[in-house]
C-alpha cells in the first residue's frame, strides 16, 4: 500500500476518567467509570490522528502517555507508515518486551497514525483498508453483569434500545444453578430472536466449563466466552471439542502470534481480537488475514468507533462488541441504527473529541 506523505511531529495524550451509564459487574471486578487516554499524534503536514486507550486502571494513564513520549523519540520526524514504524518499535522494545502498557503506547500510536493516513487520503478508514464503509451487526455489551434476576431482566430490556439483536451477559455466579437462572431471567423477558452470548471473564477450571457449558448451551446462550484463564489454549481446545455451544477468546490475545498459537490448538470456535492487544491496525490486518485463512469467524472487542471500520474491511467479519464509554468525549459518537454500527463516513476513524467535555472529565 502506498501511503500520502506525512511525517511525525508530535504526540499529545489527556487522561481521562467517564462515569459509565450501566455499572460493569463480571466474575473479576466491578467498574463504574472508565479511565481513557486520548491520543493525538500530530503531524508535519497538519494532520492529526486520534485513538483511545481504555486503561483498566488510573494509574496507567500516566505510565502509557510517558511510555507514548518515548515512541515519539524514537520516530520524530520519520514517514508515517505503520507497519514499518511498527516494526522499528518492536525492535526497540525487544528487551522489555512488547506487552502491557509498551504495547499499550505502541499500538494506540499505530491507530492514531492510520487514521491520520486515512484523514490525508480523504477517505473513511474502512475505505482506506480496503473495505467498505457499511453497517456492522453489534451486541450490545455496556451491562448485564452480576446482580440479582430482577435487576437483570430490566437492564437488558434497556439495553435493546437502538434495535440491538444481540446482548451479552456476564456469568460466572457461585454456582451452575444461579448462572443458568441468570440466563433464564434475561431470556424471559426478551425476544426470542435476540442472541445471548455470555462471558465468564476466565473464572472456571476446564472440568466446571464443560459442566456449565453444556447446561448453557441447552438454554440457548449464543456463545460461551473465556470460560478459563486466557492463555490456556489447551484447555480450551477440550471444552471446544466436547461442547456443542461455541466457544469464542481472543481479546487477550497479544499480538497475532497468540492467535495463531490458539487456532493451530483448535482452542476456539471464534475470536475477538482486542484493537490494543493485537497490535492496532496493523496487527488486526494480520489477524484478519489469518482468520480467512483459517476460515473463523471474527468478532471486535471494545473500541467499537474504530472496529466499525476494521471489521467492515474483515472478510470474515461477524460481531462488533458495543460500549459507549468514550461517548461523552466525542464529538460524534458511533451511531447504532436498528442494531448495527454505522460508523462516520467522512475520512479517517471517525474520533474527534468533544472539548469541553475532555476537560470537565480530565484526570488530575
Known amino acids: 500500500?502506498?501511503?500520502?506523505?506525512?511525517?511525525?511531529?508530535?504526540?499529545?495524550?489527556?487522561?481521562?476518567?467517564?462515569?459509565?451509564?450501566?455499572?460493569?459487574?463480571?466474575?473479576?471486578?466491578?467498574?463504574?467509570?472508565?479511565?481513557?487516554?486520548?491520543?493525538?499524534?500530530?503531524?508535519?503536514?497538519?494532520?492529526?490522528?486520534?485513538?483511545?486507550?481504555?486503561?483498566?486502571?488510573?494509574?496507567?494513564?500516566?505510565?502509557?502517555?510517558?511510555?507514548?513520549?518515548?515512541?515519539?523519540?524514537?520516530?520524530?520526524?520519520?514517514?508515517?507508515?505503520?507497519?514499518a514504524?511498527?516494526?522499528?518499535?518492536?525492535?526497540?522494545?525487544?528487551l522489555i518486551g512488547v506487552e502491557g502498557i509498551v504495547r499499550m503506547a505502541?499500538?494506540?500510536?499505530?491507530?492514531?497514525?492510520?487514521?491520520?493516513?486515512?484523514?490525508?487520503?480523504?477517505?473513511?478508514?474502512?475505505r482506506y483498508l480496503g473495505g467498505e464503509a457499511r453497517p456492522v451487526p453489534a451486541y450490545?455489551?455496556?451491562?448485564?453483569?452480576?446482580?440479582?434476576?430482577?435487576?437483570?431482566?430490566?437492564?437488558?430490556?434497556?439495553?435493546?434500545?437502538?434495535?440491538?439483536?444481540?446482548?451479552?451477559?456476564?456469568?460466572?455466579?457461585?454456582?451452575?444453578?444461579?448462572?443458568?437462572?441468570?440466563?433464564?431471567?434475561?431470556?424471559r423477558r426478551v425476544r426470542d430472536e435476540i442472541a445471548i452470548p455470555v462471558d465468564y471473564n476466565q473464572a472456571l477450571s476446564v472440568d466446571e466449563a464443560i459442566r456449565r457449558g453444556q447446561a448453557l448451551e441447552s438454554e440457548g446462550a449464543y456463545w460461551l466466552e473465556e470460560p478459563i484463564r486466557h492463555d490456556d489454549?489447551?484447555?480450551?481446545?477440550?471444552?471446544?471439542?466436547?461442547?456443542?455451544?461455541?466457544?469464542q477468546i481472543g481479546e487477550n490475545f497479544s499480538q497475532v502470534y497468540n492467535m495463531e498459537k490458539a487456532l493451530d490448538a483448535r482452542a476456539c470456535d471464534y475470536v475477538m481480537p482486542d484493537l490494543e492487544r493485537i497490535g492496532g491496525v496493523t496487527g488486526w490486518q494480520s489477524a484478519a488475514a489469518l482468520?480467512?485463512?483459517?476460515?473463523?469467524?471474527?468478532s471486535s472487542h471494545l473500541y467499537p468507533e474504530v472496529s466499525a471500520h476494521l471489521l467492515a474491511a474483515t472478510p470474515t467479519a461477524h460481531w462488533l462488541e458495543y460500549v459507549d464509554w468514550a461517548n461523552p468525549v466525542l464529538a460524534e459518537p458511533l451511531r447504532i441504527v436498528d442494531g448495527m454500527?454505522?460508523?462516520?463516513?467522512?475520512?479517517?476513524?471517525?474520533?474527534?473529541?468533544?472539548?469541553?467535555?475532555?476537560?470537565?472529565?480530565?484526570?488530575?
Not at 514504524?85 to 525487544?94: D, P, V
Not at 482468520?291 to 473463523?296: L, M, N, W
Request: net charge positive.
Open 291 to 298: 482468520a480467512q485463512a483459517r476460515g473463523i469467524k471474527m
Open 140 to 187: 450490545n455489551s455496556n451491562g448485564l453483569g452480576l446482580m440479582p434476576e430482577p435487576q437483570l431482566a430490566d437492564e437488558a430490556e434497556k439495553l435493546l434500545a437502538g434495535g440491538f439483536r444481540a446482548v451479552k451477559l456476564r456469568l460466572g455466579y457461585p454456582t451452575l444453578e444461579d448462572d443458568v437462572a441468570a440466563l433464564r431471567a434475561v431470556r
Open 341 to 364: 454500527a454505522v460508523a462516520a463516513d467522512r475520512p479517517g476513524n471517525g474520533l474527534a473529541w468533544n472539548d469541553a467535555a475532555v476537560a470537565r472529565y480530565r484526570m488530575p
Open 1 to 83: 500500500m502506498t501511503h500520502p506523505r506525512l511525517t511525525v511531529r508530535a504526540v499529545r495524550a489527556v487522561g481521562v476518567k467517564v462515569p459509565m451509564c450501566f455499572v460493569l459487574g463480571t466474575s473479576a471486578a466491578t467498574v463504574r467509570a472508565a479511565p481513557l487516554l486520548l491520543i493525538d499524534v500530530e503531524t508535519e503536514e497538519g494532520v492529526t490522528g486520534h485513538a483511545w486507550q481504555f486503561c483498566y486502571v488510573d494509574a496507567a494513564a500516566p505510565a502509557i502517555a510517558r511510555l507514548l513520549d518515548v515512541v515519539l523519540e524514537g520516530v520524530k520526524g520519520e514517514r508515517v507508515n505503520p507497519p
Open 85 to 94: 514504524l511498527w516494526a522499528a518499535h518492536a525492535k526497540r522494545f525487544r
Open 233 to 247: 489454549y489447551a484447555g480450551c481446545a477440550r471444552i471446544a471439542k466436547v461442547l456443542a455451544l461455541p466457544v
Open 106 to 126: 505502541m499500538a494506540m500510536f499505530d491507530v492514531a497514525c492510520w487514521d491520520a493516513l486515512a484523514q490525508a487520503a480523504g477517505l473513511p478508514l474502512a
